[in-house]
């Protein structure tokens, strides 16, 4: 009892504490604003009216002008956007920037100064004449011009569609943790201080306009133009959208304290998805004032706006949305965006710093609501039901586990520019609004929404932090939360229990829970009886292995989050019946499908493929699930080749293990294993047709992303040991040919940086590569081969790259170095201008005329080590190869023209300088290119080379064979392997 005294005394003390520092400006604007359309330009004045509330005597301000974004490319929103690998902006026309023309401040009739805030154009420091003091007010005249760019984010125009936002000079917040300076984000919303607006927007005749506030009546006019009135009180900004052609629905709403709110739709086209926006913009708003606080505004407006605008963005009373779906997404997208008027409208938080605050409460009630009226997830639908066939999470729930099984995520509490795309909408809408549904269910409905009602009350019209809603919550539920508010939201710990062990005796149950990942959280046990919930206990806390009292009440099955479906990662072990059995299913399928955890589901389709040793392959592929990726994965296709009469193809297995380090991801143990043909022979002794099998234990360690610097690593080892068959002499008869056995070892060591960034992104990969092996003459022999390649693609104009790629290898190891390798015949892991498939020693790569002479394979290349589209498989001589060093430089271009993006053709040159032996002591050093015509897709996993242009060295070896020959291709399968491209995807 003294220490629930202690703690409630504590908790007042710092309450009380708390509000004696809190203190919140207040800016009022008096403003008017003309649209000058075919100037694509408007002209304001202001009356800024700015009440300093704090203790201290101001003697500047920061302001923002966010218009100022879509200047110049050297701004924080330009960065992001290439951040984001979106470059439609930095490739604007010059005509299409935006941003302040004209801009000045005045105070007493005396203009001020300012200048910019660490190199921000969009943000300013002025330098007031005068001083205002505290609890004192000052008047500050504006005059600006702004220039309207095109949709680039939430300002633009299209098509005689304006939408003005962020459009006006707005101070800065002003809190007990100083000033709160922002350039403008497209990812990362907006911090302002509350006031009054009186807003009159000059139009030409024939636009209407649509903004936050109450239309007044008109005083005055223009000639040949119409002026808007608009008075909002207690925001805390202003937006507006003009349109010659606005179709207008209008309906009203009473609320539960009697106030009625009138509600309008502005249309700017014809949708079906659209005929009942109207009701869903009465039932949002009807919704939120029951669930939260009643809507405290005289008006509701959604703006339907033009495609590419921008999608969905919530201003006070004021919503526009781009989206033409379905009507149940065009629901969602209205009843978020007409929620945010509750978080982030009155519940003012700083979104750019803590967006759970915003988007994430925000989303729990959009989803609470979805849930209310419809059966399935939002974007649930646009799956067909034998891909999804777990339904007991949406598509957004298991977008989550996939991220979180990857170990790709991101705290919900960090700065929004520290996101990639994906984890913005994951961490910051989706993990909380799934999280705040499992507080729900461990407090109660009822509990849960007094701690909102509670927050709503106390903090509305004003800016709370993470800190006030934690301390809201406690106190109203009685309830530590630390494990929600510290745990869930502020790490990146994943969640993983399992059901170990069931104990059912009549009356009485005990139930073995363990903890498997970092996340320590209460868990709800739900009991199941003949398909019925029938109970269900929540465990508070377990450390390690805890055994619990379950129900006394009769049950077959035990599953923890049975009825509330949370984030674990592996949830296959969450349940068990009462015979210990966990009853999982496995099931054979021949379509894929999304993960279901309760089956042990095995995807089956049929494989045809082939080369030019095994001929036709027909057989089949099996494969667990890939999305959310598992841990442990299994893939595996075997066929029959009709020409080697031999079974062939290939498996992987693969196990995942994720890392609780700020410094490495995960670390991954597999093992690949192929078999094949490799070679054929016809020769007067008969036909042979020699196998290879491979097989490559491999453990990876994944470093942690730098997701604001589109950084990734990793390093990887692998173990290689290969089974290749050679036609040998016989010992005992010198006439006759024998099938012999060259088994061979390597050691392999790669290390891969990749940065993903949209002007220029760059590949760094280094390898070494060990191999003892006994030469033709029975000599042993060892190398140890050194390679490194940086790739760079450099985007010159918009969606048109220029490639270059440098390659260096070298042998401080090699007891062949003088000797010829003859195609890896007598010297092998020869370094090769044109790796083809003599230069895969390890036979690491897919090839279709694996060692093929006189076949279409034989001009099969990968763009590895020299990177040279001419195959050089005519060459037994030193041209291309090295067992000493080689250096080489490869460029590519994309050619500008919309016929050449759809068909890919590309200029390329390649060049190459290495060392080849003239005598067994001396090695000279010689120089060779190529250049030609590629047609690639895909990023040249698929390509076709034409020569054009040939060093003599190169000449000289093709002056005997036909020109077709030179032609080359591209077939990259391991560019395709699904895990990698899976682990990788960022969207």
Not at 287 to 298: A, D, L, M, Q
Not at 397 to 415: A, D, M, N, P, W
């Amino acid at each position: 009892m003294k220490r629930s005294i202690y703690i409630s005394l504590l908790f007042i003390l710092s309450h009380v504490c708390h509000a004696q520092t809190y203190f919140q400006q207040q800016v009022d604007y008096d403003m008017d604003v003309e649209l000058m359309v075919n100037d694509k330009k408007y002209e304001a004045t202001a009356t800024i009216k700015y009440y300093n509330n704090s203790p201290e005597t101001i003697s500047e301000i920061y302001f923002h002008l966010w218009a100022n974004a879509y200047s110049n490319n050297s701004t924080e929103f330009a960065f992001q956007k290439l951040r984001m690998n979106q470059t439609d902006f930095y490739f604007r026309d010059v005509e299409d920037n935006g941003g302040y023309e004209e801009i000045s401040f005045s105070q007493n009739n005396t203009e001020l100064s300012f200048e910019s805030y660490k190199g921000h154009t969009d943000v300013v420091k002025l330098v007031l004449d005068s001083p205002v003091a505290a609890g004192e007010m000052i008047e500050i005249q504006c005059n600006f011009t702004v220039k309207i760019p095109p949709f680039f984010s939430r300002m633009g125009r299209q098509n005689g569609y304006f939408q003005i936002t962020q459009w006006f000079p707005k101070p800065a917040v002003f809190d007990h943790n100083g000033w709160h300076p922002m350039p403008y984000l497209d990812i990362g919303e907006f911090y302002s201080e509350f006031g009054n607006y009186k807003v009159n927007v000059t139009v030409p005749n024939g636009f209407v306009v649509a903004a936050t506030g109450e239309h007044l009546p008109i005083e005055g006019q223009k000639p040949g133009h119409a002026t808007f009135s608009f008075n909002a009180e207690n925001v805390h900004d202003f937006a507006w959208c003009a349109y010659n052609n606005f179709s207008i629905e209008k309906d009203q709403t009473t609320l539960s304290n009697g106030e009625k709110v009138d509600l309008y739709v502005y249309k700017v086209n014809k949708d079906e998805s659209w005929d009942d926006a109207l009701f869903f913009l009465k039932r949002s708003v009807e919704y939120y004032s029951k669930h939260v606080g009643n809507y405290p505004y005289p008006q509701a407006t959604v703006v339907q706006s033009p495609g590419g605008t921008g999608s969905g963005m919530e201003y006070p009373m004021l919503t526009t949305i781009d989206l033409a779906g379905n009507p149940q997404e065009v629901d969602h997208v209205i009843t978020h965006e007409v929620g945010h008027n509750w978080f982030y409208g009155i519940l003012a938080s700083n979104e750019r710093e803590v967006a759970w605050m915003d988007e994430g409460m925000n989303s729990f009630f959009d989803h609470k609501y979805n849930d209310t009226y419809y059966k399935t997830g939002s974007y649930d639908g646009r799956l067909p039901n034998f891909i999804d066939s777990d339904t007991s999470q949406t598509l957004l729930e298991k977008s989550l586990v996939f991220q979180c099984k990857r170990g790709r995520t991101q705290s919900c509490s960090i700065h929004c520019n520290d996101y990639n795309m994906l984890n913005y909408g994951l961490s910051a809408y989706e993990y909380p609004a799934l999280s705040f549904k499992y507080l729900q269910a461990y407090l109660g409905e009822e509990t849960f929404l007094a701690c909102i009602k509670e927050y709503y009350n106390q903090w509305k019209f004003k800016h709370p932090g993470p800190e006030d809603v934690k301390a809201i919550f406690e106190n109203v539920s009685g309830r530590n939360l630390s494990w929600f508010f510290d745990q869930i939201l502020d790490t990146t710990h994943h969640l993983d229990y399992a059901i170990t062990k069931v104990e059912d005796q009549p009356g009485s149950s005990k139930i073995t829970i363990k903890r498997k990942g970092p996340l320590e959280i209460p868990v709800r046990l739900d009991f199941r009886s003949h398909g019925e919930w029938v109970d269900h206990i929540w465990v508070e806390t377990v450390d390690g292995q805890t055994v619990v009292e379950g129900t006394k009440k009769e049950f077959d099955h035990v599953e923890i989050n049975g009825l509330v479906p949370y984030i674990d990662v592996n949830r296959s072990d969450n349940f068990k019946s009462n015979t210990n059995k966990r009853k999982i299913k496995p099931t054979l399928k021949f379509l894929p499908s999304i993960d279901n955890p309760k089956k042990a589901e095995i995807f089956l389709s049929p494989l045809i493929m082939g080369n030019a040793h095994d001929g036709t392959i027909l057989g089949l592929t099996f494969a667990n699930s890939i999305f959310p990726q598992k841990w442990t994965r299994l893939h595996a296709s075997f066929g029959y080749g009709f020409r080697s009469k031999e079974i062939v193809g290939v498996a992987n297995l693969e196990r995942d293990w994720l890392l609780s380090s700020p410094k490495f991801r995960k670390i991954t143990l597999g093992a690949n294993y192929r078999q094949f043909t490799g070679n054929s022979f016809s020769i007067e002794a008969g036909d042979f047709e020699l196998p290879y099998k491979r097989i490559q234990p491999k453990v990876t360690l994944y470093f942690t992303p730098v997701y604001r610097e589109s950084r990734d690593s990793w390093l990887s080892y692998s173990f290689i040991h290969l089974w290749n068959n050679t036609l040998a002499i016989s010992d005992a008869n010198p006439d006759e040919f024998i099938v012999a056995a060259d088994n061979q070892s390597f050691h392999q060591l790669d290390y891969h940086f990749h940065r993903r960034k949209a002007l220029r992104k760059f590949d760094f990969d280094a390898s070494a590569l060990y191999h003892d092996y006994v030469d033709p003459f029975q000599n042993e022999k060892s190398f140890l081969q050194l390679t490194a390649t940086s790739q760079w693609k450099i985007q010159y104009v918009n969606r048109s790259f220029f490639r270059v790629r440098l390659f260096g290898g070298f042998f401080p190891i090699n007891d062949s170095r003088n000797a010829n390798s003859f195609n890896n015949a007598i010297a092998r892991g020869s370094l090769n201008a044109s790796y083809n498939s003599f230069a895969d020693v390890t036979h690491g790569e897919y090839f279709l005329g694996r060692n093929k002479q006189d076949h279409w394979g034989e001009k099969q290349i990968l763009y590895r080590q020299g990177g040279f589209k001419t195959p050089l498989i005519y060459n037994t001589s030193h041209i291309g190869k090295s067992n000493n060093a080689l250096f080489a430089a490869n460029f590519k271009l994309d050619i500008p023209v919309p016929l050449f993006r759809a068909l890919p053709i590309k200029p390329y040159a390649d060049l190459a300088y290495y060392s080849y032996p003239e005598n067994v002591d001396m090695q000279y050093w010689n120089f060779i290119y190529d250049a030609g015509f590629a047609l690639e897709f895909f990023d040249g996993a698929l390509g076709i080379y034409l020569p054009i242009l040939q060093s003599s060295d190169i000449t000289q070896v093709y002056e005997s064979q036909d020109f077709w020959r030179k032609i080359s291709f591209q077939i990259d399968i391991n560019k395709a392997r699904v895990w990698d491209l899976i682990d990788r995807t960022d969207l």
